[in-house]
Each structure stands twice: as structure tokens, then as C-alpha cells.
């Protein structure tokens, strides 16, 4: 199974900052790769596919960004509704698999 | 609109046979492929398993051996069974839909909370 680490586990960070969170496969993955938001009332919302697509309805300040194992998604300018639990996950092959996840947090 | 709800019990013991529903609406079963993940509280997310178009199946081998999905199209419902369940297997469980051009899960139910306990 490919493995998916991401860091940093959390991340403190103040309105209006531009964060990056990453995402590693432990084998290449081909830019098969999405990222969530997932708010703490369990609500998960999908944010970017293939590697840099934006999912309709996203804001532009997500942006994604990677290729062979290495992926990140940048937040240019935090809003207060962007602190949450972001993941990636792999569709390259089964089991399709997510990382850890990162979450953000007011600093 | 699309929307995806979960739906069954709270409280499984151990070693019983979990039983979960998935009801969706807003699309049909024969044109999008749905999924179910779990979460373990306080953990991240884990694929499962998910039932095609078509209605064949694929199945986190992690999970294989006690998992099966099913469906009932006229009914729009998905239907998860797991047995031989054990503590480990706490979690909230969601059901999401694949959307098949992008591979993302673009939709993805409230989740229901199952725990497993004597």
C-alpha cells in the first residue's frame, strides 16, 4: 500500500498568512492526488484534484502543487473559515489511500 | 442537490456484524460510484472500499476478508456490512461519492458515529 505522510501534524498560523502544508508518498502516485478540508463538526469538503485543480466552488487563494511523490497545498492568505484539518489523499492505486493530516490552528 | 446521508447503529458489540445505509439523492447510483471511509476518533481518514457503476466491487484488502457493499438502485441506498467487529473498529464512517472524471470524492455524507463496545 502507498503511504502518505504529511507535515507538519499542525500548523499555528495567523490571519491573512500564506501557509504551505505537504504531502510525501512513499512511492510515485503520477499527480494522483486530492486535498480535503475537514471542519471540526466532521464536515469534509473536497479542495483540490489531480495534484492542482481546483474543485467548483473553492476559493482561488488554494492552490496545489507537487509531482512523483512530493505535493503541497498553499493557502495564500488565511481566512478564518480556512482553520480546519486539511488531507491529501492518493488515487493512484488501491487501497486509495489519505495522510495523517495537518491541522491548522489560530495562532 | 446531491446529498448523501448514513444512517444505523451507534452502539455495535463485539464481534456482531455492523450494518450501515447510505442514502443518497441528487444523482443516481448507475452514474456515480460511492464509497465509504472511516475515522477513528481523534485519527485521520480510511478508505474502505467502494461500488462501481456497474455494481461490482473493490475492497481495502486491509478489510476484505469482513467487508461487503452493496446497493439497491430503485431505493438509491448503499449498503455496508462488516463482521467480526472489534474495538479498533470505532470510528465514524462516512459514505462519499467518486466523482469518475476527476477521482475526487466530491461529496461526501454528515458520517455516523459507530462504536463498538460490550
Same mark, same amino acid.
Not at chain 1, 49 to 71: A, E, I, K
Not at chain 2, 60 to 69: E, G, V
Given at each position: 500500500?502507498?503511504?502518505?505522510?504529511?507535515?507538519?501534524?499542525?500548523?499555528?498560523?495567523?490571519?491573512?498568512?500564506?501557509?504551505?502544508?505537504?504531502?510525501?508518498?512513499?512511492?510515485?502516485?503520477?499527480?494522483?492526488?486530492?486535498?480535503?478540508?475537514?471542519?471540526?463538526?466532521?464536515?469534509?469538503?473536497?479542495?483540490?484534484?489531480?495534484?492542482?485543480?481546483?474543485?467548483?466552488?473553492?476559493?482561488?487563494?488554494?492552490?496545489?502543487?507537487?509531482?512523483?511523490?512530493?505535493?503541497?497545498?498553499?493557502?495564500?492568505?488565511?481566512?478564518?473559515?480556512?482553520?480546519?484539518?486539511?488531507?491529501?489523499?492518493?488515487?493512484?492505486?488501491?487501497?486509495?489511500?489519505?495522510?495523517?493530516?495537518?491541522?491548522?490552528?489560530?495562532? | 442537490?446531491?446529498?448523501?446521508?448514513?444512517? /444505523?447503529? @451507534? #452502539?455495535?458489540?463485539?464481534?456482531?456484524?455492523?450494518?450501515?445505509?447510505? +442514502?443518497?439523492?441528487?444523482?443516481? %447510483?448507475? *452514474?456515480?460510484?460511492?464509497?465509504?471511509?472511516?475515522?477513528?476518533? /481523534?485519527? @485521520? #481518514?480510511?478508505?474502505?472500499?467502494?461500488?462501481?457503476?456497474?455494481?461490482? +466491487?473493490?475492497?481495502?484488502?486491509? %478489510?476484505? *476478508?469482513?467487508?461487503?457493499?452493496?446497493?439497491?438502485?430503485?431505493?438509491?441506498?448503499?449498503?455496508?456490512?462488516?463482521?467480526?467487529?472489534?474495538?479498533?473498529?470505532?470510528?465514524?464512517?462516512?459514505?462519499?461519492?467518486?466523482?469518475?472524471?476527476?477521482?475526487?470524492?466530491?461529496?461526501?455524507?454528515?458520517?455516523?458515529?459507530?462504536?463498538?463496545?460490550?
Amino acid at each position: 500500500d502507498i503511504q502518505m505522510t504529511q507535515t507538519p501534524s499542525s500548523m499555528p498560523a495567523s490571519l491573512g498568512e500564506r501557509v504551505t502544508i505537504s504531502c510525501r508518498a512513499s512511492q510515485g502516485i503520477s499527480n494522483y492526488l486530492n486535498w480535503y478540508q475537514q471542519k471540526p463538526d466532521g464536515t469534509i469538503k473536497p479542495l483540490i484534484y489531480y495534484t492542482s485543480n481546483l474543485q467548483s466552488g473553492v476559493p482561488s487563494r488554494f492552490s496545489g502543487s507537487g509531482s512523483g511523490t512530493d505535493y503541497s497545498l498553499t493557502i495564500s492568505s488565511l481566512e478564518p473559515e480556512d482553520f480546519a484539518m486539511y488531507y491529501c489523499q492518493q488515487y493512484d492505486s488501491s487501497p486509495w489511500t489519505f495522510g495523517g493530516g495537518t491541522k491548522l490552528e489560530l495562532k | 442537490q446531491v446529498q448523501l446521508k448514513e444512517s /444505523g447503529p @451507534g #452502539l455495535v458489540q463485539p464481534s456482531q456484524t455492523l450494518s450501515l445505509t447510505c +442514502t443518497v439523492s441528487g444523482f443516481s %447510483l448507475t *452514474s456515480y460510484h460511492v464509497s465509504w471511509v472511516r475515522q477513528p476518533p /481523534g485519527k @485521520g #481518514l480510511e478508505w474502505m472500499g467502494v461500488i462501481w457503476t456497474g455494481g461490482s +466491487t473493490a475492497y481495502n484488502s486491509l %478489510l476484505k *476478508s469482513r467487508l461487503s457493499i452493496s446497493r439497491d438502485i430503485s431505493k438509491s441506498q448503499v449498503f455496508l456490512k462488516m463482521n467480526s467487529l472489534q474495538t479498533e473498529d470505532t470510528a465514524t464512517y462516512y459514505c462519499a461519492r467518486l466523482e469518475h472524471t476527476t477521482g475526487v470524492f466530491d461529496y461526501w455524507g454528515q458520517g455516523v458515529m459507530v462504536t463498538v463496545s460490550s
